[in-house]
T-cell receptor, first 115, second 114 residues
Framework: GAVVSQHPSRVICKSGTSVKIECRSL??????MFWYRQFPKKSLMLMAT?????????EQGVEKDKFLINHASLTLSTLTVTSAHPEDSSFYIC???????????FGQGTRLTVV | AQSVTQLGSHVSVSEGALVLLRCNYS??????LFWYVQYPNQGLQLLLK??????LVKGINGFEAEFKKSETSFHLTKPSAHMSDAAEYFC????????????FGSGTRLSIRP
């Protein structure tokens, strides 16, 4: 299958700082990218959906000013956690989808720890 | 709105035994259904998907699932469990269009006893 690369795989940051997570589709053009958050031993919660060149659509309850999503090209989307706090510590996973009705491929996830 | 319900947060079977992970869905339109597997601290890998073709879907690693509209179910099975099958399994649903978001169930942790 296609490859989606997420970077970094792990990051530790201080409370109050911002962290950027990258999601890249390595061998296909990602028309749509999704960002998920996963709490320990819990399911994936969809945070937002982004289409290349458009503003992201956030799910209810997700603060768009805190979780900034940029999908500037067909191979790259970024999630920036602004002014991070310990409660933002979580596992963040992106997925990318190409053409109509194609499969969405997942990145390997990013473990964010805010101290 | 779409949703999936996975019955049983933890399933334990003996090596070589049948694996059955249950999933029921709710959707107002014909759904696309998926099963994903997640190993610790990793992303998700697609096991199989139903996209309105054959109701019995075969996936990777010997897994299969059957779409039953009358029961709104999409249970995952494997005839003989292997130790390497121990992982977290997620059932998921989407509306099927290219921009549709995927909604995940709560997950079932599968443990394999030697």
């Amino acid at each position: 299958g296609a490859v989606v690369s997420q970077h970094p795989s792990r990051v530790i940051c201080k409370s109050g700082t911002s962290v950027k997570i990258e999601c890249r589709s390595l061998d296909f053009q990602a028309t749509t990218m999704f960002w998920y958050r996963q709490f320990p031993k819990k399911s994936l919660m969809l945070m937002a959906t982004s289409n290349e060149g458009s503003k992201a659509t956030y799910e209810q309850g997700v603060e768009k000013d805190k979780f900034l999503i940029n999908h500037a090209s067909l191979t790259l989307s970024t999630l920036t956690v602004t002014s991070a706090h310990p409660e933002d510590s979580s596992f963040y996973i992106c997925s990318a989808r190409g053409d109509v009705n194609t499969e969405a491929f997942f990145g390997q996830g990013t473990r964010l720890t805010v101290v | 709105a779409q949703s999936v319900t996975q019955l049983g947060s933890h399933v334990s079977v003996s090596e070589g035994a049948l694996v059955l992970l249950r999933c029921n869905y709710s959707s107002s339109v014909p759904p696309y259904l998926f099963w994903y597997v997640q190993y610790p601290n990793q992303g998700l890998q697609l096991l199989l998907k139903y996209t309105s073709a054959a109701t019995l879907v075969k996936g990777i690693n010997g897994f299969e699932a059957e779409f039953k509209k009358s029961e709104t179910s999409f249970h995952l099975t494997k005839p003989s469990a292997h130790m390497s099958d121990a992982a977290e399994y997620f059932c998921a649903v989407s509306e099927g269009s290219s921009a549709s978001k995927i909604i995940f169930g709560s997950g079932t942790r599968l443990s394999i006893r030697p």
